[in-house]
């Protein structure tokens, strides 16, 4: 299986900050990466598609980027309501396998 | 518009099998490209695929749950369902189904459904 090591599990940011959130695979997976946004007590909402494209309806002060076997998630100016848990999904491969998960809080 | 709607047990017994149906709208189950997948999230932890299934049959299987699970589908009715044989306290979590687009790997997602395995 391909293993996603994300990091950080969790960070504090303030308002305004620029956040960075990274998944690291085990092996090649190509840009099939999505990152997900899940808020507490509901269910994952996709943000980014094919690591680098922005979902529907998503603020773009969100974005994704790739460096060799690293993906990013980047918030480029933090807002209250980006509070929540962010997860990666590699589905280059079966199984899909996604990151331990980050919460991010605001400070 | 999408959406998707998870039901099962709420509270089962180990070594019992547990029964779920995903009941959706807005796309259907018989068009090219389409599939319903199943993740669980045990409370406080990460998120686990465990399951998809595709228009034309296609089944692919979390091997971490060795033959535990089977996937299936009405397309006529628009529900997809999961099984899963002789459950214990590990399978405790929230399930959720989820769509699989043509763009996007679960693209939409349903409210989820609790699920407590206990004695």
């Known amino acids: 299986d391909i293993q996603m090591t994300q990091s950080p599990s969790s960070m504090s940011a303030s308002l305004g900050d620029r956040v960075t959130i990274t998944c690291q695979a085990s092996?090649?997976?190509?840009?099939?990466l999505i990152w997900f946004q899940q808020k507490p007590g509901k269910s994952p909402r996709p943000m980014i598609y094919?690591?680098?494209n922005l979902a529907n309806g998503v603020p773009s002060r969100f974005s994704g980027s790739r460096s060799g076997s690293d993906y990013s998630l980047t918030i480029s100016s933090l807002e209250s309501e980006d509070m929540a848990d962010y997860h990666c999904l590699q589905y280059k491969q079966y199984p899909p396998t996604f990151g331990s998960g980050t919460k991010l809080e605001i400070k | 518009q999408v959406t998707l709607k998870e039901s099962g047990p709420g509270i089962l017994q180990p070594s019992q099998t547990l029964s779920l149906t995903c009941t959706f709208s807005?796309?259907?189950?018989?068009?090219?490209?389409?599939?319903v997948g199943w993740i669980r999230q045990p409370s406080g932890k990460g998120l686990e695929w465990l399951a998809n299934?595709?228009?034309?049959?296609?089944?692919y299987y979390n091997p971490s749950l060795k033959n535990r699970l089977t996937i299936s589908k009405d397309t006529s009715n628009n529900q997809a369902f999961l099984k899963i044989t002789n459950v214990d306290t590990a399978d405790t979590a929230t399930y959720y189904c989820?769509?699989?687009?043509?763009?996007?790997?679960?693209?939409?997602w349903g409210q989820g459904v609790m699920v407590t395995v206990s004695s």
């Open positions: 989820a769509r699989i687009g043509t763009r996007v790997l679960f693209d939409y």
């Open positions: 807005g796309f259907s189950l018989s068009t090219y490209g389409m599939g």
């Open positions: 094919y690591a680098t």
């Open positions: 299934i595709w228009w034309d049959d296609d089944k």
């Open positions: 092996q090649d997976i190509g840009n099939n």
